[in-house]
């Protein structure tokens, strides 16, 4: 079974710029999620979808920050414009269900850093 | 509010046992995992409780008690390997993840 994939793995931008990032879940995950995690923290939870819903994006900066997942698959999450306290690894996960087991499967994470 | 607490490093030596101490305080709970995360790579699955007690898989053992808002990770025969960060997140009402600030652990030869 082939993982969560996350593109690009490294991004380099100068502050104001705009960026986006790339998720692809597990086949079959209905629930997918994008966590920024700054260094030295553990991950935030910035959106989560469900299918392609919007389930809690309570603390997705919205004047900056936007996402999608149109057709309940993929999913992409743009910055624009990127301010320097950006810089933090972007993970994707992803999950099946909500049932009593319930696991979220993470990517490899894009890191981002603004200078 | 939402507070998940635990210590922000500890050391061990190789052979030895640790134990990761987590207290949490949030608005919804459906249950509590532990993730391990290498320096750059993703958190990794390592445990789940939903109910009370102990849950061992190997060399390591996850505790909850839900009336003391308490959990811990119990790692024993450390190896250098281990040397990570261990994480601590509780799964709210809405499938929601809150995940505390991880707790970076040294193994020492």
């Known amino acids: 079974e082939a993982g969560v994939a996350q593109s690009p793995r490294y991004k380099i931008i100068e502050k104001r710029q705009s960026v986006a990032f790339w998720c692809n879940p597990i086949s079959g995950h209905a629930t997918l999620y994008w966590y920024q995690q700054i260094l030295g923290q553990g991950p935030k939870l910035l959106i989560q979808?469900?299918?392609?819903?919007?389930?809690?994006d309570s603390q997705l900066p919205k004047d900056r920050f936007s996402a999608e997942r149109l057709k309940g698959v993929d999913s992409t999450l743009k910055i624009q414009p990127a301010k320097l306290e950006d810089s933090a690894v972007y993970l994707c996960?992803?999950?099946?269900?909500?049932?009593?087991?319930?696991?979220?499967?993470f990517g490899p994470g894009t890191r981002l850093t603004v200078t | 509010g939402q507070n998940i607490d635990q210590p922000t490093e500890m050391t061990a030596t190789e052979g030895a046992i640790v134990q990761i101490n987590c207290t949490y305080q949030t608005s919804g709970f459906n249950g509590l995992f532990w993730y391990q995360q290498h320096a750059g790579e993703a958190p990794t699955f390592l445990s789940y409780n939903v109910l009370d007690g102990l849950e061992e898989k190997g060399r390591f053992s996850s505790f909850l008690s839900r009336s003391k808002g308490y959990s811990y990770l119990l790692l024993k025969e450390l190896q250098m390997k281990d040397s990570a960060s261990y994480l601590c997140a509780v799964r709210e009402d809405t499938d929601k993840l809150i995940f505390g600030t991880g707790t970076r652990l040294q193994v020492f030869p």
């Open positions: 996960a992803s999950t099946t269900s909500s049932g009593i087991y319930y696991e979220q499967y």
């Open positions: 979808f469900q299918n392609n819903g919007v389930v809690d």
